[in-house]
């Protein structure tokens, strides 16, 4: 699927945080093409009225003010054109709690962010091959 | 009498609200801010000219380094406040398993002799699992991290009476000194300065929550030969303490 | 990732063979089941022979065109307790039928099946490498 180079929505609404992802994604030489929206409410607004083809993979923080991941994850499980996409959970809350409800919406991943950039290049590079394996 | 143990139980609640509502704060909303700083950090020494002097790369590890202690400490204090939590915890766990899990781990563990003795009869217990093998990996690091000799040597013994398993685990480090053996529990304790073994000083503190909370116990003793000894009590039936 | 459970159903006896000995090379830190029936598999997540604790991580092989693996997938999707299960599919048959329901029962990936060994070798390790970043 990375060969077809499909698009991928991040769904961030720290700066640094957005920056982060997109220098992870220049250095491990992604390069499909990469959407942000700051909040649920805005993510699903961009996936209903804005991104087509539609995205296949979408990355998710959690806490994030207007709508957060859990509650954005509900709405796009429920909306029949949406609800196929994969998931992958990147945040920083260790809570069980939003595991749990993230596992329950069916996401494909629950990533920690970790502390330092180099870790998270390491992650970033584990994602692409295994998208690179994924059938989409 | 009924009004004013209402009106307790009210007070105690929004307090417990209160203090949820802070731990999350503190695992989120600040950890944001502070891996920003890690990160950028990370990205200007990225971007900067090669031919800089080593001066601003050792102080970028410094800066690296420090936020990195914030984080532990952080992580710390959440994992503390976190031991009264024991929803979806209590499962089988096998004891002798965990403890070759969490040697299995140790980053050093070229360097260390272990060795298990194992007195058990009944090794699967069905228990708070997660947090037993919280204290046995703190006091299990703890036994090889503050070790400086070359070749280390640890001995992880396995008792158990009718009410309670007792796992006792010694090592030939240094030891603590008699001074302040009672204040190697508290929170972000170090015996020595953080920055000669980069510890965060809140394992022992967590580990003697945990022995609190599930109502066992834990004891330091220095050892005949020089090193430490660490005794806790972990009961087979688990009345909690909170 | 220690202490927990992955079932592998495949009704191909080599295919099982193949996967256990590149999961034991990569040092998984999982414990391994496997299962070469739907039925059986179905046994050990929710009948008599359930395993404890219950596998987090669920491989399902399809390797006939039908639906006898979608049907399972659906069966864990409704069961309360199993619903949150990370599924990967992995298949020999080209059925775009399948991925379709596969994808919107929400697995978390769906994969041509590996044949020659080093590719074998190489998807388990891709798999192993995202099991180690993601929490549960």
Same mark, same amino acid.
């Given at each position: 699927?990375?060969?077809?180079?499909?698009?991928?929505?991040?769904?961030?609404?720290?700066?640094?945080?957005?920056?982060?992802?997109?220098?992870?994604?220049?250095?491990?030489?992604?390069?499909?093409?990469?959407?942000?929206?700051?909040?649920?409410?805005?993510?699903?607004?961009?996936?209903?009225?804005?991104?087509?083809?539609?995205?296949?993979?979408?990355?998710?923080?959690?806490?994030?003010?207007?709508?957060?991941?859990?509650?954005?994850?509900?709405?796009?499980?429920?909306?029949?054109?949406?609800?196929?996409?994969?998931?992958?959970?990147?945040?920083?809350?260790?809570?069980?709690?939003?595991?749990?409800?993230?596992?329950?919406?069916?996401?494909?991943?629950?990533?920690?962010?970790?502390?330092?950039?180099?870790?998270?290049?390491?992650?970033?590079?584990?994602?692409?091959?295994f998208w690179s394996l994924c059938e989409m | 009498m009924e009004e004013i143990e209402r009106n307790y139980k009210k007070e105690l609640e929004v307090l417990k609200q209160e203090y949820e509502d802070f731990v999350y704060i503190v695992s989120h909303d600040i950890k944001t801010p502070m891996r920003a700083i890690s990160n950028i950090a990370t990205w200007i020494e990225d971007?900067?000219?090669?031919?800089?002097?080593?001066?601003?790369?050792?102080?970028?590890?410094?800066?690296?380094?420090?936020?990195?202690?914030?984080?532990?400490?952080?992580?710390?204090?959440?994992?503390?406040?976190?031991?009264?939590?024991?929803?979806?915890?209590?499962?089988?766990?096998?004891?002798?398993?965990?403890?070759?899990?969490?040697?299995?781990?140790?980053?050093? !563990?070229?360097?260390?002799?272990?060795?298990?003795?194992?007195?058990?009869?009944?090794? #699967?217990?069905?228990?708070?699992?997660?947090?037993?093998?919280?204290?046995? #990996?703190?006091?299990?690091?703890?036994? +090889?991290?503050?070790?400086?000799?070359?070749?280390?040597?640890?001995?992880?013994?396995?008792?158990?009476?009718?009410?309670?398993?007792?796992? !006792?685990?010694?090592?030939?480090?240094?030891?603590?000194?008699?001074?302040?053996?009672?204040?190697?529990?508290?929170?972000?304790?170090?015996? #020595?300065?953080?920055? +000669?073994?980069?510890?965060?000083?809140?394992?022992?503190?967590?580990?003697?929550?945990?022995?609190?909370? +599930?109502?066992?116990?834990?004891?330091?003793?220095?050892?005949?030969?020089?090193?430490?000894?660490?005794?806790?009590?972990?009961?087979?039936?688990?009345?909690?303490?909170? | 990732?220690?202490?927990?459970?992955?079932?592998?159903?495949?009704?191909? *006896?080599?295919?099982?063979?193949?996967? *256990?000995?590149?999961?034991?090379?990569?040092?998984?830190?999982?414990?391994?089941?496997?299962?070469?029936?739907?039925?059986?598999?179905?046994?050990?997540?929710?009948?008599?022979?359930?395993?404890?604790?219950?596998?987090?991580?669920?491989?399902?092989?399809?390797?006939?065109?039908?639906?006898?693996?979608?049907?399972?997938?659906?069966?864990?999707?409704?069961?309360?307790?199993?619903?949150?299960?990370?599924?990967?599919?992995?298949?020999?048959?080209?059925?775009? *039928?399948? *991925?379709?329901?596969?994808?919107?029962?929400?697995?978390?990936?769906?994969?041509?099946?590996?044949?020659?060994?080093?590719?074998?070798?190489?998807?388990?390790?891709?798999?192993?490498?995202?099991?180690?970043?993601?929490?549960?």
């Amino acid at each position: 699927m990375i060969q077809k180079l499909v698009s991928i929505l991040l769904v961030e609404d720290d700066e640094v945080d957005v920056m982060n992802v997109k220098r992870a994604f220049s250095k491990n030489n992604i390069k499909n093409e990469l959407f942000v929206a700051g909040n649920g409410v805005e993510a699903l607004d961009m996936l209903r009225n804005v991104i087509n083809p539609l995205p296949k993979i979408i990355i998710l923080d959690i806490n994030m003010p207007k709508m957060n991941g859990i509650e954005f994850l509900k709405e796009m499980r429920a909306d029949e054109n949406l609800k196929n996409i994969s998931v992958f959970v990147m945040t920083t809350s260790n809570e069980d709690s939003d595991k749990i409800n993230a596992y329950n919406l069916n996401v494909a991943g629950y990533i920690l962010k970790p502390l330092s950039f180099e870790k998270f290049l390491s992650s970033v590079a584990t994602l692409k091959n295994f998208w690179s394996l994924c059938e989409m | 009498m009924e009004e004013i143990e209402r009106n307790y139980k009210k007070e105690l609640e929004v307090l417990k609200q209160e203090y949820e509502d802070f731990v999350y704060i503190v695992s989120h909303d600040i950890k944001t801010p502070m891996r920003a700083i890690s990160n950028i950090a990370t990205w200007i020494e990225d971007d900067l000219d090669p031919s800089v002097g080593g001066d601003i790369i050792s102080n970028f590890n410094l800066l690296k380094n420090r936020v990195g202690r914030l984080e532990s400490m952080m992580n710390g204090l959440l994992e503390l406040s976190r031991v009264n939590r024991v929803e979806l915890e209590f499962y089988e766990i096998n004891i002798p398993k965990i403890i070759s899990e969490s040697i299995e781990t140790l980053e050093d !563990k070229e360097n260390v002799d272990f060795l298990v003795i194992n007195n058990l009869s009944n090794e #699967n217990v069905d228990t708070l699992g997660k947090k037993l093998t919280r204290v046995l #990996n703190h006091l299990i690091t703890n036994a +090889v991290r503050f070790n400086n000799k070359e070749k280390k040597e640890v001995v992880i013994e396995l008792n158990e009476t009718a009410e309670a398993y007792e796992i !006792k685990i010694s090592d030939d480090g240094p030891g603590v000194p008699e001074a302040v053996k009672d204040k190697i529990f508290s929170i972000f304790y170090t015996v #020595n300065s953080k920055d +000669v073994v980069d510890s965060t000083g809140a394992g022992l503190a967590i580990s003697s929550k945990i022995l609190q909370v +599930v109502g066992g116990s834990i004891k330091y003793e220095t050892r005949d030969t020089g090193g430490s000894i660490f005794t806790f009590n972990w009961p087979k039936t688990i009345t909690l303490k909170i | 990732m220690t202490n927990s459970n992955i079932l592998y159903i495949d009704s191909c *006896k080599t295919a099982i063979d193949d996967a *256990k000995t590149a999961l034991l090379k990569v040092e998984v830190q999982s414990n391994l089941y496997f299962s070469e029936s739907y039925a059986d598999a179905w046994q050990m997540l929710s009948g008599e022979n359930t395993l404890t604790p219950a596998p987090k991580i669920v491989l399902i092989a399809i390797n006939e065109i039908g639906s006898e693996g979608i049907e399972l997938i659906k069966k864990i999707r409704k069961d309360a307790n199993l619903r949150s299960l990370l599924i990967f599919v992995i298949t020999s048959v080209h059925d775009d *039928k399948n *991925k379709v329901a596969a994808l919107d029962l929400n697995i978390a990936g769906y994969f041509d099946k590996p044949f020659e060994n080093h590719k074998i070798s190489e998807f388990y390790t891709i798999m192993n490498d995202y099991w180690n970043i993601i929490e549960f």
